[in-house]
């Protein structure tokens, strides 16, 4: 698409090169879960890409480009789709970190974010927000639409934490030498997550570093457009991660893809080098050990019919597909299922289900239905926030099917 784009942002080229190689074909539409859903073109990548174009031209203004750039789920499914190779995510990022400069927000959704970025990179506080959160469900019919769907996604209760020692020593012969992330919300919402991902890791023969001082990656914060912020927080990593692991772990799709775009997040600050070899090192849990190759499991007594639910910062933003579900293949007495529609996402999509309640509640909806129809007996997914978001619609079913991460459902089956 040809273009008249004018900014002096940094990342303004790359901006532009997204809207510049849009050739408007329309293949990314039937990927895309807003278009699915709602019908519209300004609701779908291409769409997007037209109103985002238009409002850097300073020919459309902004407020009126909002709703539909709001409700895009940033879950990176028009990217694989685009024969082009858009990178529809140097837009999206870039311009919502523009946009949320000037951006007036009304009083309680400014209200929402400010409580959002102050609580969930900071597992203390957030830990606190959510047993205080807790007591706050009783008013949930009188509270304002968005802080009672941000307290009905908080669990009943909290479970305790799960502290690590800085070093788990790799067992047997030592294959690798790598420092795993705890993420912010999973080390309050399931820090036994982390906890299976450190033994699991130590099992096969990997040392495993796991520094103290480390902090959020700042995806969450760069999710709602809080670039600095984001920069700021990731900054604690790059002093506490050891240079000489051979891989920085984590075991939550948004922080990963969040910390493979640090090039872009740190594109002329001074630290973009240090930014740029964190980042090249940064690999999900499932992709390290495909690599290294899992030692023998005992597996499962009986045959156990498993759903993998692709997270979509790992399946479309990672490209990591083939080698969770190579992990959990090789797991003896487990078979493996595929859904329909299973690179849709499911609505999670960091704090998406508290912006857009609604269509994140149909996507679950449309998710479990896809699940259900197979009759599996367990779905293992690679992301907190899928994990908590179908657990939530599983529930709301009447539904016991579990749903767990993939480091649990590995520690299972080769126990120590
Ligand atoms: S598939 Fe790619 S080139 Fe075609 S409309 Fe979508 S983003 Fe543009
Ligand atoms: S990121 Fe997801 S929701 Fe947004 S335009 Fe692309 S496919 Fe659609």
Not at 90 to 99: E, F, H, N, S, T
Not at 213 to 236: P, Y
């Amino acid at each position: 698409m040809r273009h008249q784009i004018v900014s002096d942002d940094l990342r303004a080229p790359e901006m532009a090169e997204a809207v510049e190689k849009c050739v408007h074909c329309g293949f990314c539409l039937a990927a895309c879960p807003t278009y699915n859903l709602l019908g519209e073109e300004m609701d779908s990548p291409r769409g997007r890409i037209y109103l985002m174009k238009n409002v850097l031209e300073e020919n459309l203004p902004a407020v009126e480009a909002q709703p539909y750039i709001d409700r895009c789920l940033g879950c990176m499914a028009c990217v694989p789709a685009c024969p082009s190779g858009v990178e529809y995510g140097d837009l999206l990022v870039g311009y919502r970190a523009l946009q949320e400069k000037e951006r007036q927000r009304p009083p309680l959704d400014a209200l929402t974010r400010k409580l959002i970025c102050e609580t969930l990179p900071y597992p203390r506080r957030f830990r606190l927000a959510a047993l205080t959160g807790k007591l706050g469900q009783a008013l949930l019919p009188a509270l304002p639409d968005a802080f009672a769907t941000m307290l009905s996604l908080l669990p009943d209760s909290l479970p305790p934490a799960r502290p690590l020692p800085p070093v788990l020593p790799a067992q047997g012969e030592r294959r690798g030498k790598v420092a795993l992330l705890l993420g912010c919300a999973q080390q309050v919402l399931a820090p036994e997550i982390s906890q299976a991902a450190a033994q699991v890791l130590a099992r096969n023969g990997v040392e495993v570093h796991i520094p103290r001082e480390q902090g959020c990656c700042g995806s969450i914060l760069l999710h709602v457009g809080e670039e600095k912020r984001a920069r700021d927080i990731a900054r604690r990593n790059f002093d506490c991660i050891p240079e000489d692991v051979d891989a920085i772990i984590t075991t939550a799709a948004g922080c990963g893809s969040g910390m493979k775009d640090y090039e872009l997040l740190f594109k002329g600050q001074t630290d973009a080098a240090r930014a740029a070899a964190f980042s090249k090192k940064v690999m999900d849990f499932s992709a390290y050990l495909a690599g290294i190759g899992l030692r023998a499991m005992t597996g499962f007594p009986g045959e156990r019919r498993v759903v993998y639910q692709d997270a979509c910062h790992l399946l479309h933003a990672q490209g990591c597909a083939s080698e969770p579900r190579a992990l959990l293949a090789g797991i003896p007495n487990l078979r493996m299922l595929e859904i329909a529609d299973a690179g849709m996402c499911c609505g999670s999509a960091g704090t998406y289900n508290i912006d857009q309640p609604e269509i994140a509640a149909e996507l679950a909806r449309r998710k479990v239905k896809s699940i259900l129809a197979v009759e599996p007996d367990l779905v293992v997914s690679g992301n907190i926030g899928c994990i908590t978001q179908l657990r939530g619609e599983l529930a709301r079913q009447n539904q016991t099917l579990p749903i767990r991460h993939i480091a649990e459902v590995l520690r299972e089956a080769a126990p120590n």
